[in-house]
Nanobody
Framework: VQLVESGGGLVQAGGSLRLSCAASGRTASSKAMGWFRQPPEKVREFVAAISWSGSTYYADSVKGRFTISRVNTNNTVYLQMNSLKPEDTAVYYC????????????WGQGTQVTVSS
């Protein structure tokens, strides 16, 4: 599965951004999809995941602010990010895997999100 993210950028605290991830490949529509992020000088961390049937999972730090969704007809997953905080600043990576518990098999190139205070 090949993954291409888009939608990152610079936003003020309290603002919103929507990230998109286009998946291609023969099995793309059957994969669980996820979002991870890597803040500056920190390890990559889980943000959210969605199963092929639409079940969603979130890190505690983003619950109530971020929403993951997918459109299987065009193999695209979205991450709607609201009420952004400076600590959300990171490179955001799209991922795919067989299940939401193994959603690290494939990775996109990443997209930068910067939240200014």
């Amino acid at each position: 599965v090949q993954l291409v993210e888009s939608g990152g950028g610079l936003v003020q605290a309290g603002g919103s951004l929507r990230l998109s991830c286009a998946a291609s490949g023969r099995t793309a529509s059957s994969k669980a999809m996820g979002w991870f992020r890597q803040p500056p000088e920190k390890v990559r961390e889980f943000v959210a995941a969605i199963s092929w049937s639409g079940s969603t999972y979130y890190a505690d730090s983003v619950k109530g602010r971020f929403t993951i969704s997918r459109v299987n007809t065009n193999n695209t997953v979205y991450l709607q990010m609201n009420s952004l905080k400076p600590e959300d600043t990171a490179v955001y990576y799209c991922s795919a895997g067989a299940t939401v518990y193994s959603v690290r098999d494939s990775w996109g190139q990443g997209t930068q999100v910067t939240v200014s205070s």
